[in-house]
């Protein structure tokens, strides 16, 4: 792919995470009201018409890509690059009115994560991720790229968004949990931004799909740390959902040996 190339599929996925915070700001602490999905999990029309924006925006400047949202499925199932977005990842962050959520946009080449933004529409906070390139950032409140060195697990600072997401796999979870220096709740897809700044060493969670992954790999790999699932594998769309990320590559052996059943 030419740099040419690669310049307007950032743009593009610049575009879309401008538009989606557009639509979202304007719901923000406006008192929602939230459906729940079949999954019990929330759904407002701030998710839905953000989603709706962005592939606006994608199929225009992208005819021939597929899409992948989390409210409205696949578009053009049998193309080769296809565009996974979540308009807002932390929707119960959202309708409470706290600043920890996200728009994910990511891009898959085949299975392969080639492209991933992290955008926090109101603190102003964007994270860019490509394949074999460093990872970028901008936010007014500091914080520079690059993960930080953390080689064992009793110095690490360890993230989930909550631990109701393990269900049979909570003891598991627990034993990386009480190896770890401190465990924090919340977050969602910002932990993972937190953590390509060198702020998170580790990040454990289940139950993620497509839509919550694919854009963070490019950043958390960009960034110097790795994304895997809990036995050390690639991660896959027909995977069980289980995300382990690490800063320091060290620690990822580690953590797998404590999540292993």
């Known amino acids: 792919m030419t740099e040419a190339e690669v310049n307007r599929l950032v743009a593009a996925a610049g575009a879309a995470a401008d538009v989606a915070g ?18 019990a999990s929330p759904v407002t029309i701030a998710d839905r018409d953000a989603e709706q924006a962005m592939r606006a925006v994608l199929a225009e400047l ?36 706290r600043p920890v959520f996200g728009t994910l946009i990511g891009l898959l080449d085949g299975d392969t994560p080639i ?27 500091g914080g520079r790229i690059g993960t930080r060195a953390c080689p064992v697990l009793d110095r690490a600072e360890l993230s989930c968004t909550s631990p109701e997401m393990f269900g049979a796999d909570l003891p598991r979870w627990a034993r990386l949990s009480a190896a770890a220096r401190r465990t924090s709740f919340g977050g969602d897809c910002y932990a993972y931004g937190l953590l390509a700044l060198g702020q998170i060493d ?25 994304i895997t699932d809990w036995s050390g594998g690639k991660l896959s769309a027909h995977g069980d959902g289980r995300v382990l990320a690490v800063g320091d590559p060290a620690l990822l052996a580690q953590a797998i040996a404590l999540l292993a059943e």
């Open 115 to 141: 492209l991933g933004l992290i955008d926090q529409p109101v603190t102003g906070e964007r994270w860019l991720g490509v394949a074999g390139r460093r990872t970028l950032f901008r936010g007014p409140f």
């Open 22 to 39: 557009a639509v979202l700001r304007p719901f923000f602490r406006a008192g929602l009201d939230a459906d729940l999905k079949h999954d």
């Open 62 to 97: 992208f005819p021939d890509h597929g899409i992948l949202g989390e409210e409205f499925g696949l578009d053009r199932p049998a193309a080769r690059l296809r565009w996974v977005i979540d308009p807002i990842d932390g929707t119960r962050a959202f309708i409470t009115g």
């Open 202 to 226: 580790v990040i454990a969670e289940a139950d993620l799909k497509v839509w919550d992954w694919v854009a963070l790999a490019p950043v958390i790999e960009g960034a110097g740390g790795r």
